[in-house]
């Protein structure tokens, strides 16, 4: 993201050279669609993962782990979702399936089983596995948010004046050494065990017998392993945003070498980057402004993935701390990034499934995206996020550091 930063005039819309448009169109077969989906966000967790193995670099197998285990554990129930559209075909029923499975995996499989009962009972090894398999997944990350967020939010209400106390649980309470290797081959045999029941196809092979259906093994080499859970950044977003921000980067990278791999890796990459952005946004609110604990884990609460909101409770704090000159206009154009992504896809729903709630097509009629500008566009907001979060860490810690020198003097 070097050298990026954000300009007068954002357009997500803008395209530039032909090479690098990219046309999105929805498949009116929606089983079609949400297990092209799925391959797309496999494919991305595989890539990154191949990197960040490639690499050896110990800060991003730590970091990145974030980002391609929700990148894996999304295809799944992506794949689970068009089982489950290949032979439920009212769209009441579709519209009952979704409501009642929501992200569960296990809740998808059992909901599906009816319908893959051939081809589960004829390797019933492997479904017993994949349901192991899913059960511990759930344990950890039943809503999907896991991987997404550094802790979820809990709610107590007082016994006599009815007041919402809010509350703060990390996903990851102690130090976790992962087993990658193993974690992302476990992640490929769930993906292929599920494709053989969508494809209606017999497993080609039995490589699953070689691990436990336990979803975080530790151990491994150590070049293999992924840290996460340290004491000092369980509750902190930054570990977050780097990992989101990092593998958009990457998948942007991958397709600028190789143009082929464009409609695979485009929507990953969008639904990266925008995670990152509110995530970006989120550490702002939560470890930076002024707002007591209460006041910051409620609107984190109430905004959910508003982007707009998200901004509109930063933007006083962010104004006090940089005390620009009043001919500034960089703010004047950060809100323009940011109103257009928030009608973009103001719910973070757009660059993850292919479909709203109500099963409504996204991308009904074609839609042309400039690849190259697409990226740059997020990177600029991100870089002034990251930038304002900088800006605001060092002066509240020179802040501090004043308060307590005159505490002591």
């Known amino acids: 993201m070097t050298g990026k930063w954000v300009k007068e005039n954002p357009d997500f819309f803008k395209r530039g050279k032909i090479e690098s448009l990219i046309v999105l169109k929805g498949n009116s077969d929606i089983k079609e669609e949400f297990a092209k989906y799925a391959l797309m966000f496999k494919k991305s967790a595989h890539l990154i993962t191949e990197h960040i193995f490639e690499k050896s670099d110990i800060g991003k197998l730590d970091t990145y782990f974030f980002s391609l285990a929700y990148l894996y554990r999304h295809s799944l129930e992506l794949l689970l979702k068009a089982i489950g559209f290949k032979y439920i075909l009212?769209?009441?029923?579709?519209?009952?399936?979704?409501?009642?499975?929501?992200?569960?995996?296990?809740?998808?499989?059992?909901?599906?089983?009816?319908?893959?009962?051939?081809?589960?009972?004829?390797?019933?090894?492997?479904?017993?596995?994949?349901?192991?398999?899913?059960?511990?997944?759930?344990?950890?990350?039943?809503?999907?948010?896991?991987?997404?967020?550094?802790?979820?939010i809990t709610m107590e209400r007082a016994p006599f004046d009815n007041q919402k106390n809010f509350g703060i649980k990390s996903f990851f309470e102690k130090q976790t050494h992962i087993n990658l290797f193993a974690f992302a081959n476990k992640m490929e045999i769930?993906?292929?065990?599920?494709?053989?029941?969508?494809?209606?196809?017999?497993?080609?092979?039995?490589?699953?017998?070689?691990?436990?259906?336990?979803?975080?093994?530790?151990?491994?080499?150590?070049?293999?392993?992924?840290?996460?859970?340290?004491?000092?950044?369980?509750?902190?977003?930054?570990?977050?945003?780097?990992?989101?921000?990092?593998?958009?980067?990457?998948?942007?990278?991958c397709m600028s070498k190789d143009s082929n791999l464009n409609e695979l890796l485009f929507i990953p990459m969008c639904y990266l980057y925008r995670n990152a952005i509110e995530l970006a946004m989120k550490e702002i609110l939560f470890e930076e402004c002024t707002f007591s604990f209460q006041e910051a884990v409620?609107?984190?609460?109430?905004?959910?993935?508003?982007?707009?909101?998200?901004?509109?409770?930063?933007?006083?704090?962010?104004?006090?701390?940089?005390?620009?000159?009043?001919?500034?206009?960089?703010?004047?154009?950060?809100?323009?990034?940011?109103?257009?992504?928030?009608?973009?896809?103001?719910?973070?729903?757009?660059?993850?499934?292919?479909?709203?709630?109500?099963?409504?097509?996204?991308?009904?009629?074609?839609?042309?995206?400039?690849?190259?500008?697409?990226?740059?566009?997020?990177?600029?907001?991100?870089?002034?996020?990251?930038?304002?979060?900088?800006?605001?860490s060092a002066h509240n810690e020179w802040l501090a550091e004043m308060e307590t020198y005159y505490e002591e003097y």
């Open 90 to 152: 009212d769209l009441e029923g579709r519209k009952d399936f979704i409501k009642e499975t929501f992200h569960n995996l296990s809740s998808l499989l059992e909901e599906v089983y009816p319908y893959i009962t051939n081809n589960a009972v004829r390797n019933c090894e492997a479904y017993q596995w994949l349901e192991a398999f899913l059960e511990d997944m759930n344990a950890i990350d039943k809503e999907s948010d896991s991987f997404r967020y550094p802790f979820g």
């Open 190 to 253: 769930a993906f292929e065990i599920l494709e053989s029941y969508l494809l209606e196809t017999d497993i080609e092979d039995e490589l699953f017998k070689e691990y436990k259906p336990v979803f975080l093994e530790e151990g491994g080499d150590y070049y293999y392993q992924s840290v996460i859970g340290y004491s000092y950044n369980k509750d902190k977003f930054y570990p977050y945003v780097r990992a989101y921000t990092e593998s958009a980067e990457y998948l942007y990278d």
């Open 298 to 392: 409620r609107l984190l609460n109430s905004k959910k993935h508003s982007i707009l909101a998200l901004w509109n409770s930063i933007k006083s704090d962010i104004i006090k701390h940089a005390q620009a000159p009043e001919e500034d206009t960089t703010l004047a154009s950060v809100e323009k990034y940011i109103n257009q992504l928030h009608n973009i896809d103001g719910q973070a729903d757009k660059f993850r499934y292919p479909t709203d709630k109500y099963l409504n097509l996204y991308f009904k009629t074609p839609k042309k995206f400039d690849l190259g500008n697409v990226a740059n566009y997020f990177g600029e907001l991100a870089n002034f996020l990251s930038g304002v979060c900088a800006m605001m």
